[in-house]
């Protein structure tokens, strides 16, 4: 036999090899199309095809993570904000995803940032601020409904960054500072009633038993004698209680020889 032939043989079944096998990979699924007619989806492996009259379409089932651009929105409170946002999807019907739409994840994103401005537009801006959780979960629900029929899954939806008008970010820089400020003066407001009320039970203690202040008065001196550094001035009338608490003591020294 002719080797010409031969090798020719060879090239022609190689080249026929090479368009019949195709390596579905773990996370694809192929869509196979017979002379434009879908006949199956072929999963992970080594998978055998008709040349010329088969063509194999591979989708990922990986999730897909979809920046949404930055979109210029005015929440319900007439406030223009800046808003960028951040979508995971992935397939989950390879059929779908290409029999049902022409580029999933061009119209994904296109319905994302759709959402994004009418659902984030219908809230204030203090909510927009405060209950992102419950934003997040209405856009993905939205999404998911308009992708569900592609063979789509929208897995999660999370607002990334809401930039505020400089004016705005002023206006609440000083609510901040002027709500912090308030808290302040209520606690210092409480802890002065907490220690007039003190100082008022004390001075009821006092009135009952006047010796008390004087000895309040010595414990006072032992504590400002221990910085040995001072110089301490005795007024007149701290002298007389003095006094007063000496006689006090003699009166009951003799009281108790009295008593013996």
Not at 63 to 73: F, L
Not at 121 to 148: R, Y
Not at 220 to 225: K, N, Q, T, Y
């Amino acid at each position: 036999m002719n080797p010409l032939l031969l090798i020719f043989a060879a090239i022609i079944l190689l080249v026929i090899a090479s368009l019949s096998i195709r390596i579905v990979k773990q996370y694809e699924r192929g869509v196979v199309f017979r002379l434009g007619r879908v006949i199956g989806v072929r999963e992970p492996g080594l998978r055998l095809i008709i040349p010329f009259i088969d063509r194999m379409v591979k989708v990922s089932l990986r999730i897909v993570t979809m920046p949404i651009p930055s979109q210029k929105i005015i929440t319900q409170d007439n406030v223009s904000i800046d808003v960028a946002a951040v979508a995971y999807f992935k397939v989950v019907d390879p059929l779908k995803a290409v029999v049902a739409i022409e580029d999933y994840y061009g119209a994904v994103n296109q319905i994302s940032q759709t959402t994004v401005r009418n659902v984030i537009g219908q809230f204030a801006l203090d909510e927009v601020l405060s209950e992102t959780a419950k934003i997040n979960e209405k856009i993905k629900e939205i999404i998911d409904s308009h992708s569900e029929p592609w063979g789509i899954n929208v897995t999660t939806v999370e607002i990334k960054d809401i930039k505020l008008p400089e004016g705005m970010q002023r206006a609440m820089a000083k609510q901040a500072e002027a709500e912090r400020e308030k808290r302040a003066k209520i606690i210092t407001a409480e802890g002065e009633y907490l220690s007039a009320s003190k100082l008022g039970e004390a001075a009821d203690v006092i009135a009952q038993h006047p010796i008390a202040l004087q000895l309040r008065n010595l414990q006072v001196l032992s504590e400002i004698a221990t910085e040995k550094n001072s110089t301490i001035i005795f007024p007149a009338q701290f002298m007389s209680s003095i006094n007063d608490i000496k006689k006090f003591i003699e009166k009951e020294m003799e009281s108790l020889k009295g008593l013996r």
